[in-house]
């Protein structure tokens, strides 16, 4: 469904798309699932808790991704 959902993504060349994945305690589904269709961006639970993460960062670097491939001519992700 995810892939489904990249390819619209591409296709429509003006939409985010946002999934939320959930697993067990650990990321392994989201990191199977980023590793096949290849997102913008993914962001992994163990990561984000390694880092210490505020939603607030996580927010900023969802933002800055956007920002630097919409400089790049991509609307899409």
């Excluded at 390819?7 to 003006?14: E, I, L, P, T, Y």
């Excluded at 989201?30 to 880092?51: D, G, H, M, N, R």
Aim: avoid cysteine; aromatic fraction near 6%; proline fraction near 1%.
């Amino acid at each position: 469904m995810v892939g489904n959902l990249t390819q619209d993504a591409a296709s429509a060349v003006k939409y985010w798309h946002f999934v939320k994945l959930m697993g067990r305690t650990a990321s392994k589904i989201t990191l199977e699932v980023a590793l096949q269709t290849k997102p913008a961006i993914a962001f992994i639970s163990e990561e984000i808790a390694e880092k210490n993460m505020s939603l607030e960062d996580i927010v900023d670097h969802a933002v800055h991704v956007i920002i630097q491939r919409r400089l790049s001519g991509i609307n899409h992700g």
